[in-house]
């Protein structure tokens, strides 16, 4: 059984992700979607509460998990069996850096394959960066999260 491995910081989680996330479940038996944390970045969410938004978001699709992980993503990926990993890439932006990675994870661990699936034309620009900035300057992001944790993320935001 092939599980696609759905990685990334979902700070929060966009349409965009949920796009991705949705595709790879209706192409893999089980999905996993594995919110990362990385010492030198600095979130909004903390992974609990960027994993439980996940969860809520995709409480309807019974193929999909969400876990957390502080882990080297190549290292976390062995000990989960059989998986690929599967990212979202958006026209010229995240290639070189995706690239590089899917190259680098491969070095680390050779039985581990990258899967890249194009966005989707009208998410091409959207980010998590993109919401946080809009959203802080009191624009309308309604359109860009999911509306199940849209609240969440304005009140957020606007205490800032
Ligand atoms: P970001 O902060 O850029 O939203 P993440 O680290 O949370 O990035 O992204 C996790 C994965 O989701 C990456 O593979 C990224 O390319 C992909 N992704 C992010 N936004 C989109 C989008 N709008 N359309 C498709 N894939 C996306």
Do not use: W
Request: some cysteine.
């Amino acid at each position: 059984m092939k599980t696609a491995i759905c990685p990334g910081s979902f700070d929060p989680v966009t349409l965009g992700h949920i796009d991705i996330i949705e595709r790879a479940a209706s192409i893999f038996d089980r999905t996993v979607v594995l919110v990362m944390q990385n010492s030198r970045k600095s979130y909004l969410f903390t992974p609990e509460e960027r994993a439980a938004m996940l969860r809520k978001v995709t409480a309807a699709l019974p193929n999909v998990t969400v876990e957390t992980s502080d882990r080297l993503l190549a290292a976390a990926c062995a000990d989960m069996g059989d998986v690929v990993i599967v990212k979202g890439l958006r026209a010229v932006s995240d290639f070189e850096y995706e690239f590089q990675m899917a190259l680098m994870n491969k070095k680390l661990n050779s039985g581990l394959d990258t899967l890249f699936l194009t966005a989707s034309e009208h998410f091409q620009y959207l980010s998590s960066g993109v919401v946080k900035e809009v959203c802080s300057y009191g624009g309308d992001v309604s359109e860009l999260v999911p509306k199940e944790i849209h609240e969440e993320i304005v009140s957020r935001l606007r205490r800032k």
